[in-house]
């Protein structure tokens, strides 16, 4: 079996041939960031005019790389949500098309459903597992159980850990993406001189909150500059690593809580905040802690991507799923139907 992906949820047009034996033949990426470079975040109507410009693009291109044509296909996945909706629906056209024309299978995925279900594609792993979804627009425990049986241990209940990066950065006046550079940062930095927040731990459970540490972030920073009528280099690094190790200290902590709830013998982790080593090897530590294995796929698989799309699809598939010309896109889809309705970003 043999699927094609397709993925334009937000501000990456992308498209990937996957087999069911766990083979990705391309995976093809096409980011917008320069596009939105000059409004300090994804513009919804431009990221939408994107995809629908790229797509067919990408798609050739995936089919291309991986040496197949329409005909070698079985079916075709796509992210039917949740996200900006006019990405998804164009998204969804174009697969619709695809399906359609070439008289494939369609499978609607869920977004978050298949940055889930990536270490079943890179490793293997089988089901239960738990995975810490943690990137610029999310923040969450999952239990796996199956393809379609997630349930949400806890979350955010305001920012994504990655946009707390994001934030830090602009008020320290560094370059975006914020994770990356405050990382670098960080690494200069001594961790002990500012103690910011630890939000949410002396709570039981599993959620979250990442807003707070911003704004002690920015009182100190404006105190900084009021007691010495400006920044050093020095504070800026100091303050880098005590925020980095904050986030780290938390996502371990309720990392520890999510385990705790019902051992599983992996824990997993996807998005761009997973490639912070300090935070990752705090999460690592934690795993080894509880007796569970920690698994990180490789970055360009734990950020937006096409192949996650396809897999899950493949997953779907092999349930029976198909879904018909009257798929629609969703801006909103919780992936755990059990789930009690969600503060803040409700992604
Ligand atoms: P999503 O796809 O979940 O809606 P997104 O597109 O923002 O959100 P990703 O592309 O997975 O998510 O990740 C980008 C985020 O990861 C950014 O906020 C970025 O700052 C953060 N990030 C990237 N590298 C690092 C790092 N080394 N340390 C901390 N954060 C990082
Ligand atoms: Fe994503």
Redesign the pocket.
């Known amino acids: 079996q043999i699927f094609l992906g397709i993925e334009s949820?937000?501000?990456?047009t992308a498209a990937a041939i996957v087999t069911a034996d766990r083979r990705i033949l391309s995976s093809v990426v096409s980011s917008q960031t320069d596009l939105h470079a000059d409004f300090g975040g994804v513009v919804p109507e431009i990221a939408a005019r994107a995809h629908a410009e790229k797509l067919d693009l990408a798609v050739e291109e995936a089919l291309q790389q991986a040496g197949v044509t329409l005909r070698d296909l079985t079916g075709v996945a796509v992210t039917a949500g949740p996200?900006l909706i006019g990405g998804v629906m164009a998204g969804v056209m174009c697969a619709k098309g695809i399906a359609a024309g070439a008289g494939l299978p369609l499978v609607g995925v869920n977004?978050l459903a298949g940055?889930a279900l990536t270490p079943r594609l890179t490793d293997g792993i089988d089901y239960p597992y738990l995975m810490l979804?943690v990137?610029?627009?999310?923040c969450q425990f999952l239990r796996v159980d199956g393809p379609q049986d997630f349930t949400r241990l806890g979350g955010t209940i305001d920012d994504?850990?990655?946009?707390a990066?994001?934030k830090l950065?602009k008020l320290l006046a560094l370059p975006?993406?914020?994770?990356?550079a405050?990382?670098a940062e960080a690494a200069l930095g001594d961790a002990e001189r500012f103690r910011l927040p630890r939000p949410l731990l002396d709570r039981p459970g599993c959620d979250m909150s990442f807003s707070g540490l911003k704004t002690a972030a920015l009182r100190l920073r404006d105190r900084l500059i009021a007691e010495q009528g400006g920044l050093r280099q020095q504070d800026r690094r100091d303050l880098c690593a005590a925020f980095?190790n904050a986030?780290a200290e938390v996502l371990a902590e309720k990392s520890r809580r999510a385990l705790a709830q019902g051992p599983v013998p992996v824990l997993a982790v996807?998005?761009?905040?997973a490639?912070?080593?300090t935070?990752r090897a705090a999460l690592e530590q934690v795993a080894q802690d509880a007796g569970s294995r920690f698994l990180a796929p490789p970055l360009r698989l734990?950020?937006?991507n096409g192949a996650m799309i396809a897999w899950a699809g493949i997953e779907r598939f092999r349930l029976g799923h198909r879904d018909g010309m009257d798929l629609t896109a969703r801006p909103r889809w919780p992936l755990d139907s059990r789930a009690r309705p969600m503060l803040g970003s409700g992604?």
């Open positions: 949820s937000c501000d990456d996200g977004h940055h979804l990137s610029g627009g999310h994504a850990p990655g946009e990066f994001d950065a975006q993406p914020g994770g990356p405050v990382e980095q986030v996807a998005g761009g905040v490639a912070n080593k935070i734990c950020t937006d992604k």
